[in-house]
C-alpha cells in the first residue's frame, strides 16, 4: 500500500499521479495565408479557447468549466467532440472532469495521457494540443477537445476541428 500524497485518508499515490519527464514539442500556429504562402499544410483549425477559474481548494477541476466555456464558444455539444485530450496531473482529477462533463471514456487521452507518458512541465500544454490536432490527421475524428489544469485553480480548454 502506498501512501497518500495529501492527508493520511487521500486517495492520490504515486502510483494515480503522472511522472515528471522531461519533454520538448514544435508546433507552429499560423493563419491560413501564412500557412499558404509558405507551403504548410495545416492539420486542424483553432475553433475556440477558453481560460478559466475556480477555487485552488479544488485544484484539478479547472478543466470542468473551460471546457463547458470552449464548447459554448464554439457552438458544440458534448457530444459532437470526438475525441478529449485531457492532461491528468492525478487519475482522480481525470475521473472527476469526465465524470461531471459526461465524456465518454471511450474518446478521452486514446494513446495514453501523463499516467502513461508523463508531464512535461512547459511542455503540457502543446503536447496535448499537438497530439489531439495529430489524432484528427490520423483518425476519421473530426472535432477534438484538448484541456488541462493549470496549478492554482486554472483551466484551460481548446476546440479544435480537422482541416
Not at 141 to 158: E, L, N, P, Y
Amino acid at each position: 500500500r502506498l501512501n497518500p500524497a495529501f492527508g493520511d485518508e487521500g486517495i492520490v499515490t504515486a502510483a494515480t499521479s503522472s511522472p515528471l519527464t522531461d519533454g520538448a514539442v514544435f508546433m507552429i500556429v499560423c493563419s491560413e495565408e501564412f500557412a499558404a504562402s509558405n507551403n504548410l499544410t495545416p492539420i486542424a483549425r483553432i475553433v475556440a479557447g477558453s481560460v478559466t477559474g475556480c477555487s485552488p481548494d479544488v485544484m484539478g477541476i479547472g478543466p470542468i468549466e473551460a471546457t463547458r466555456k470552449v464548447l459554448e464558444r464554439a457552438n458544440w455539444d458534448i457530444e459532437d467532440v470526438d475525441l478529449f485530450e485531457l492532461n491528468e496531473a492525478f487519475s482522480s482529477q481525470s475521473l472527476a472532469v469526465i465524470e461531471d462533463l459526461g465524456i465518454d471514456s471511450k474518446k478521452v487521452n486514446l494513446h495514453g495521457g501523463a499516467l502513461a507518458i508523463g508531464h512535461p512541465l512547459g511542455a503540457s500544454g502543446a503536447r496535448i494540443t499537438g497530439k489531439a490536432a495529430s489524432l484528427l490527421k490520423s483518425t476519421d475524428s473530426k472535432r477534438a477537445v484538448a484541456t488541462m489544469c493549470i496549478g492554482g485553480g486554472m483551466g484551460i480548454a481548446i476546440a479544435l476541428e480537422k482541416v
